[in-house]
């Protein structure tokens, strides 16, 4: 079992440039490593989702 992250930048977005972490979970199967689990986040821009500290 191993995992691993990055962060990614995407130009090519109908909606603009989006920034986002990937975090992927592999496992080595028959000896070779396979993908079993992949997460995208994506930081929220939206007030409501934003504690009290973080407001302007």
Known sequence: ?????????????????????????????DGEWSIVHEHHSVPTLEERFLGPTARS
């Open 1 to 29: 079992m191993a995992f691993a992250t990055c962060l990614v930048h995407c130009d090519g977005t109908s909606a603009g440039p989006l920034d986002f972490r990937l975090s992927i979970g592999l496992k080595k199967i």
